[in-house]
């Protein structure tokens, strides 16, 4: 599980900013928000199972959700697999000229079989700048490495490391080299983070393959998938694939392409194993008087709303997530759904039932209509805004102080103030009206 997440000169984050999981000594007006909303750990740190980020338009809350997404790729695939001349992804916060030349920074502090970690790491364009790796087995937090550019310390906890140490690039993580040498600590490391999913944007692409794939592969994932559809009220009675080898596909499309061409296309694929698939969805035809006489199928991509095609695609990952207790990074999760529909996959988080093992979600979005005492709790609200020099800073409901100084109270109306502005974070519109002249000529 997430406890918290910090990143620094990162994008539009100039200073460092913590997302936090922990829940804090507060209460929601609804005991069973308390209840569903947090998951104990032990008497000393109790988890929150969701958290909302909300803020303007370019205020930074892509770029958080981009942070978490660069940090999981480099540690899981890119740094590895990337060249020693090759430059490292990040972008430091570009519009001071005291944060354009320095590393950006990224640090997670997780919760894995019981045990705490922190790991982060320093890195520039050139190099990885400084990383580490601590957890704590009793009540002192012991350091596992710790590095200081190509000087690599590791501790005695953690076991054969020396080879990872000689093999590691100056633009490459000593984790992932570790973990690909079969370091036992490293590839826990690395496994936990592979169990973050991030979805970002608002385009089905980068999420859609793996709902395709869990469909039309996983008995279970298929059932439960279904289920979901159907119960969103978006009038689908059942959902099938149909299968076409790709060569099929090729000549259909392309009936006049010169055989040696297709061939050429083809030759790193098995025709006749590569399978290309169609979403199909059943709905009921009826007679005159309202009554069901048969099944009418509908090709998902074509024939479906584009809302509906969004619901299918994210079902996967949140299934996934659900079933396996894992977590879930969303940016802008209400794109294309309707506001209830939104809510109640969010609820799937916030139950004892529906997320027994666990897992969390944390989420993006503009949609105010989410933003409820009956809903969340105030720690799960979130809000990103940019200061005069356009660098953006995160805080939380939980840390906001009102009238005279008091923290925000829990049966407040949390959509209304901040609509009104009493929390920060929303946009500072000027007249629109003065944009469009109607005397002037087109």
Known sequence: MLIEFTVGNFRSFKEKAT???????????????????????NDKMTLLTSAGIYGANASGKSNLIKAL????????????????????????????????????????????????YRYGFEADSKQIVSEWLFYTPRKSEVRLFAREGNDIQIGRDFKGGGVAKKATRSNALFL?????????????ILGWFSKVNVITGILDIS???????????????????????????????????????????????????????????????????????????????????????????FDLENDESAGTQKLYGISGPIIDTLLCGEI?????????????????????????????????????THDTNLLSNKLFRRDQIWFVEKDEFSASHLYSLAEIKVDDNNSVRNDALFEDDYLHGRYGAIPLLGDLREMVNPSKEC
């Open 69 to 116: 997404g660069f940090m999981r790729l480099f540690v899981t695939k890119y740094s590895t697999k990337s060249q020693s001349n090759e430059e490292i992804q990040v972008t430091p916060f570009r519009l001071c000229t005291e944060t354009e030349t320095k590393p950006s920074f990224f640090e997670v502090v997780f919760l894995l079989d019981n045990m705490v």
């Open 207 to 297: 999420y859609r393959g793996f709902t395709d794939r869990k469909f039309t592969e996983d008995p279970i994932y298929h059932d439960e998938i279904v289920k979901l559809i159907h119960r969103a009220d978006v009038d689908i009675e059942d959902l099938t694939s149909e299968a076409r080898p790709f060569s099929e596909v090729v000549s259909e499309f392309f009936p006049d392409m010169p055989q040696d061409l297709q061939q050429f296309i083809l030759q790193d694929k098995n025709p006749d194993e590569q399978m290309v698939f169609k979403l199909i969805s059943s709905h009921t035809k009826r007679d005159a008087n309202g009554m069901p006489v048969s099944s009418e199928k």
């Open 19 to 41: 997302l936090s999981m922990v829940a804090a000594k507060i209460k929601a007006r609804d005991e069973n928000i308390n209840k569903n909303n947090t998951i104990v750990i």
């Open 328 to 364: 879930l990074i969303i940016d802008e999760i209400e794109a294309r759904l309707h506001t209830l529909l939104t809510r109640r996959l969010i609820q799937l988080f916030n139950s004892k039932i529906t997320n027994p093992k666990n897992a969390q979600l944390i989420f993006a």
């Open 176 to 188: 992932s080299t570790a973990a690909q040498l079969n370091c036992e600590t490293a590839v826990q």
